[in-house]
């Protein structure tokens, strides 16, 4: 049972376009969610988080979005760039005893192209 | 090195054989944890530590798979007798505290491409 889903497998935007980036789940005892950008051979690298008291949350060119009546968030880049390309990872933890506990979704492949 | 180092980065054993991963986290961070990912598949939870104490090895997927963290540094997944369905990407996490409390990123390795043949 997938409690955190990215739907799209793969996403193509232009340079210097709007990418975004979606992740749905079902757990509500998620408060905590993050975004992860993974290079094939590396490890994941930490994007960008939200808390479930706020509905955005921007740094630089990456904004995340937080809905959490729909259970659903986002991802926007803006503008695109081609060292963008890489698999974005949505992740959540739970308040309670489980807080350490991240779950993911499968990854979306972006491919941002010149 | 500042970051999550992982060895081996790459792994390759004969099915039966035993493997042993090693993760040196961020001097100081206090959580510690394993992810396995699979091909195709997110990042699956395996264990979590807090110090040298496994509050939570339920992500473990036998009894062949143990992990064990000394001195509040250095942790060691061990898979025995190894079967081909372990192959995958096995990284190891650390953060200063435990993400949901401190509302902190967990820092990753690169991760051990583990080929069970």
């Known amino acids: 049972d997938q409690q955190v889903k990215q739907n799209s497998p793969s996403l193509s935007v232009q340079e210097g376009r709007i990418s975004i980036l979606n992740c749905d789940y079902t757990n509500s005892m998620f408060d905590y969610f993050l975004w992860y950008k993974k290079y094939p051979a590396e490890g994941p690298t930490f994007l960008i988080s939200?808390?479930?008291?706020?509905d955005k949350n921007e740094d630089g060119r990456f904004t995340v979005f937080l809905n959490k009546s729909a259970k659903h968030l986002s991802l926007h880049i803006v503008p695109s760039q081609p060292g963008d390309s890489a698999v974005y990872f949505c992740?959540?933890?739970?308040?309670?005893?489980?807080?350490?506990?991240?779950?993911f979704g499968k990854g979306t492949l972006l491919t941002v192209n010149p | 090195g500042a970051g999550v180092s992982q060895s081996p980065s790459n792994k390759v054993t004969e099915k039966g054989k035993d493997v042993e991963l090693r993760c040196d986290p961020i001097?100081?961070?206090?959580?510690l944890y394993w992810y396995r990912q699979s091909l195709g598949q997110g990042l699956e939870f395996l264990i979590y530590?807090?110090?040298?104490?496994?509050?939570?090895k339920s992500g473990l997927p036998s009894d062949r798979f143990s992990a064990e963290r000394t001195g509040g540094s250095v942790s060691t997944l061990t898979i025995q007798r190894t079967q081909q369905e372990d192959s995958a990407v096995y990284l190891c996490?650390?953060?200063?505290?435990?993400?949901?409390?401190?509302?902190?990123?967990?820092?990753f390795g690169q991760g051990t491409r583990l080929t069970v043949v």
């Open positions: 992740a959540a933890s739970p308040s309670g005893g489980s807080n350490y506990k991240l779950t």
């Open positions: 996490a650390s953060s200063l505290v435990p993400t949901g409390v401190g509302n902190t990123e967990a820092f």
């Open positions: 939200i808390s479930s008291i706020k």
């Open positions: 001097s100081g961070h206090t959580a």
């Open positions: 530590f807090q110090g040298n104490s496994a509050p939570d």
